[in-house]
């Protein structure tokens, strides 16, 4: 999402972070309330993702802000590389 906002929409790095996070919380939340109007909810284990995801959105928060995106953008590739390399590996082991 981050990538498509600011290529394709042009936002600035900082606008498209702030867009994505709000995208997220958006679906996060419509998730969230699916599962429990299903009964299928899993509150422990929710709340100590949540919790986790705070302290990484924290970390990236004052990484971003202390070193810009000339930290940013190479983790962004290594992230994608890494999940593109996981998709493959999927795709050829079964």
Request: charged fraction near 10%.
């Amino acid at each position: 999402m981050l990538l498509l906002l600011t290529g394709a929409a042009h936002l600035s790095l900082n606008d498209a972070a702030g867009t994505t996070k709000v995208i997220n919380l958006c679906s996060n939340i419509a998730a969230l309330t699916t599962y429990l109007l299903n009964g299928q909810g899993n509150i422990p284990l929710g709340l100590v993702a949540g919790l986790f995801g705070i302290a990484g959105c924290s970390l990236g928060v004052r990484c971003f802000s202390q070193r810009g995106s000339r930290i940013v953008k190479p983790l962004i590739a290594v992230v994608l590389g890494i999940c593109f390399v996981r998709v493959i590996w999927e795709m050829t082991t079964g």
